[in-house]
């Protein structure tokens, strides 16, 4: 009878027990952790892209950052056509930034932010951004990093310290007022003139996400003994 449980007990703990010469599943070197999402309209179909920052080989310092992209009609389609053509699986844990392109009509907004909550269950804390263009942002990497989508999460904490922000930001914030009003960072890329100094450009308010107004940075208050400075 014993020797029956301890037989049992050890098939139970199988799985969980590394094996010799075998990998776990799941190691960095089997699957990309995607730093951040972006979700553009381009001719009529929805594009997905997932930026992914990658490193060498014993070279953990040296980092280097690709986007991979999707298009389709909808964000499902978009994440198939683009897993259809990697041979690692994306894990969305890691997650830090969601940039919605301006191109997209409302209820890409709404689809892309209800995808992002519910469907990959990325981080619900990752604030939502708005850009000109997505993937050109997150292609084009940032200032002070090569992942844009760490990156920028920090500049929106130094903003706003500089600035008096009304932001509601965060993926639950924008899940919550998805029936009434959005106020999202705008962020241009880095190849643009302005975002020579910084790539924050202002805020823009968006009513049941239909863009109804903006506030260009240098029309924000700063805060007593701020200036505007990066």
Do not use: W
């Amino acid at each position: 009878m014993k020797k029956g449980i301890v037989v049992f007990i050890l098939a139970a703990l199988m799985p969980f027990l590394p094996s010799c010469g075998a990998r776990r599943l799941n190691e960095p070197e089997d699957v990309y952790l995607v730093s951040a999402l972006g979700f553009d309209r381009v001719e009529g179909s929805l594009r997905l892209c997932a930026e992914v920052p990658l490193t060498r080989e014993n070279e953990a310092d040296k980092m280097e950052v690709r986007c991979f992209q999707g298009i389709g009609e909808t964000p499902e389609q978009a994440l198939r056509d683009l897993r259809a053509g990697l041979s690692k699986e994306l894990i969305f844990g890691h997650c830090a930034l969601v940039v919605l392109g301006d191109e997209l009509m409302p209820q890409d907004r709404i689809e892309a932010i209800d995808f992002a909550a519910h469907k990959i269950k990325i981080p619900l804390s990752v604030p939502v951004i708005s850009a000109p263009d997505a993937l050109e942002l997150l292609a084009g990497g940032s200032l002070s990093a090569p992942a844009a989508g760490y990156d920028i999460p920090e500049i929106l904490r130094r903003q706003s310290k500089q600035y008096v922000l009304d932001l509601r930001c965060r993926l639950y914030e924008v899940l919550a007022a998805a029936d009434g009003v959005q106020i999202l960072p705008h962020f241009l890329p880095t190849d643009s003139e302005q975002a020579a100094s910084d790539l924050f450009d202002g805020l823009r308010r968006y009513d049941r996400f239909s863009l109804v107004g903006e506030t260009k940075r240098q029309e924000l208050i700063p805060r007593e003994g701020e200036g505007d400075g990066t």
